[in-house]
């Protein structure tokens, strides 16, 4: 079975080689909902760069090579600067076991403790629908760890949630370790004060910014998980709670969950986010009164001015799969825009209710597990002055001559939290909405070119046949009903 079959029949091939336990789990921790597939890239894109970005840690893909290379060509593209593994097969080497063996033998081949403190195996697709045990691996060597995943794309549905995967995995590793004895201290010294993990990827100023406005309360703001070196994961462990800024992160609250540690869901983002969270965060702690409010009047009022300073006027549709999107909608009404719409790649969880009860207290429409589908509907039927989205949804918002901008890149990758992320947005949202002019003049610039068989430059009409396409069609259903004959008996 290659890596082009139906998610189904992985599944089943998965299940049937022993991993149905694991797909139940990831079926709990990722549920799916009305959009079950992902539309983006591969989900293991996202297990691959937490890897990737860690200090001392080596990352082997084991997949067919096609996947392997496309997940390789993106995450230099977005800024790797090592090398990824892989452990190639063939049909022989996979149904024989010998995959497994050459695994064994490359982790046994790379495990020096002079170079690496972990190193990180990932079964793609049909490695895991093969049953490849990568749980049969030594959990060290030479001491350095070994930790094996499977991020299967019918199993992980976005590339966010893939992030948890490995974080997860991570994070029980080094709780094991803890509670087998002494582990080694945080290269940066441990803090005085109690600590708060904050759990999520973010702009690395918001992690500082955190930090300043928990101070008033006597807390400090711990590592950021996924985290940048292995020593990272036991402080995590050691807080006193868990800040859970992306909601979606399951298996990392399992481990913490199972550490104790209690979990605090929604973030320090507009006026009303950033009072509640430092309230909800004081009470975990015990924090008295007194210091509570100490910490809401040094930076509530703050947030509150450098809002007025960068009012945004115009109704937006926003939609993306990093997991912040509730908070930039949060931060984009308090800024004075019309959210109508917001669409979400992951999943509802219990850490995000709280932004998505006041997201619908003001009528705006939130959407999880949202398909390109509702986000081009959205796009389209609430006419809105903004469109920020995925590329898809971007490319089709210029088509149709609406501003829009990438979230990944334009909208997330900017500081959100307390005083300094009140205003980030409001420049670039406001440049964005004010390019209208320019792109109702580029559509009529470029209106009569066509799209679809139409699109380009034709001297006389395309050799359009539809006869052809109906033959063609008529194929695909008669193949279509003799697979489904096959399946009933």
Known sequence: MGCHAPAEKMDAAARAAGNGEMLDQFAKDYPRGPHDKPESMCP?????????RMRRVATVLSGSACCVYGLTFVSHFYGARRSVGYVPFNSESLVTGKLFEDIRDSVHEMADPARYDAIVVTNLCVPTASGVPLRLLPKEINGVRIIGIDVPGFGVPTHAEAKDVL??????????????????????????????????????????????????????AGPVVP??????????????????????????????????RPIVGSAPVGVEGTHDWLAAIGETFNVAPAQIAAAQNAFVPAVKAALAKAPIKGRITLSGYE?????????????????????????????????????????????FRASLADDLAAADGLNPDLVIGTTPVVQHAKQRGTPSLYFTNLISA?????????????????????????????????????????AGIWEGSPNLRPDFREAHQKKLDKAARAAKAQEMI
């Not at 462990?237 to 859970?244: F, R, S």
């Open 227 to 260: 985290c940048r070196e292995w020593r990272e994961l036991y402080a995590a462990l050691d807080c006193g709670a868990v800040a859970a800024i992306h909601p979606f992160y399951s298996a990392a609250v399992r481990e913490f969950e199972a550490a104790g």
């Open 414 to 454: 900017r500081p959100m939290m307390g005083p300094a992320g009140a205003g980030s947005l409001g420049e670039v949202v406001n440049a964005a909405i004010a390019g209208k002019e320019r792109m109702d003049k580029m559509r009529d610039f470029f209106e009569g070119v066509g799209e679809g068989d139409t």
């Open 44 to 52: 293991a894109f996202g297990s691959l760069r937490v890897g990737l």
């Open 323 to 367: 997991g912040s999107e509730l908070l930039v909608a949060r931060l984009l009404i308090e800024s004075g825009a019309d959210v109508a719409y917001v669409g979400t790649a992951c999943a509802a969880s219990k850490w995000s209710a709280a932004d998505r009860d006041w997201l619908e207290a003001r009528g705006v429409v939130v959407k």
């Open 167 to 220: 974080a997860g995995a991570m994070l029980n590793y080094a709780r094991q370790e803890a509670m087998a004895g002494p582990v080694p201290a945080p290269v940066a010294g441990r803090d005085d004060r109690p600590t708060v993990t904050l759990l999520g990827e973010m702009f690395p100023a918001d992690p500082m910014m955190i930090g300043a406005m928990l101070a008033p309360m006597g807390l400090a």
